[in-house]
């Protein structure tokens, strides 16, 4: 079975300092992974996916086959990414299974 | 222009009621969705339709039962509701490319509370 893990629920860093938000997943066969990230009252919203290799808001993420993981990752944090991120792993029929969410506080 | 609208927002009701939640989205996507997010704020998927037909059925107690009346419309009914239903039920839809999974828009979810 799919399975998308989000070791950490909660994260803190200070304004400008590196930060990581780390994923696992466990697929088989290729999977389509994604961040997504809800920010205070607003809904849920894709950040990036792994396909096109982007670069949103600073953030990047790159899919290591062989550790099974899709960290996410910005070097230098500011205050309005302060947010809950889950990570999701795609399927057919675009069923998304998502990881238990990291909440990412950046401190001032 | 809201891309995925969900109704009503709040919705605080007495175990044993039955209670719908609406969901419209005008992005003309084929495919739309319920997810639930729970206390913990894990989110897991409980149906899917794709061109009104369901295509994905969690393990979902069938107190719950989605309808499609159209591509643009999926609605959440849930009959003789329990505490253990409340939650946060979030609406979403995708365009199902070939089978590939594409971005999905979500609504701003419905605050579901049983007393």
């Known amino acids: 079975a799919q399975r998308v893990t989000q070791p950490e629920k909660l994260l803190s860093v200070f304004k400008g300092a590196p930060v990581e938000l780390k994923c696992n997943y466990s697929y088989s066969g290729s999977p389509e992974l994604f961040w997504y990230v809800q920010y205070s009252r607003q809904r849920l919203q894709l950040l990036l996916r792994h396909i096109s290799r982007e670069s949103i808001k600073g953030f990047t993420a790159d899919l290591n086959k062989g550790e099974t993981s899709f960290h996410l990752k910005k070097p230098f944090a500011q205050e309005e990414d302060s947010a809950m991120y889950y990570c999701a792993g795609g399927t057919s029929y675009g069923k998304l299974t998502f990881g238990q969410g990291t909440i990412l506080t950046v401190h001032p | 222009d809201t891309a995925v609208s969900q109704t009503p927002k709040y919705l605080v009701t007495q175990m044993g009621n039955d209670k719908s939640i609406k969901c419209e989205q005008n992005?003309?996507?084929?495919?739309m969705y319920w997810y639930k997010q729970d206390s913990k704020k894990f989110l897991k998927i409980m149906f899917s339709y794709n061109n009104k037909e369901l295509i994905i059925n969690e393990t979902v107690p069938n107190r719950f039962s989605p309808k499609s009346p159209d591509k643009a419309h999926l609605n959440l009914h849930i009959n003789s509701l329990e505490l253990g239903d409340s939650a946060v039920y979030f609406c979403a839809s995708s365009l199902l490319l070939g089978g590939a999974t594409t971005e999905a828009f979500f609504g701003q979810g419905t605050r579901l509370t049983v007393v």
């Open positions: 992005l003309g996507h084929d495919t």
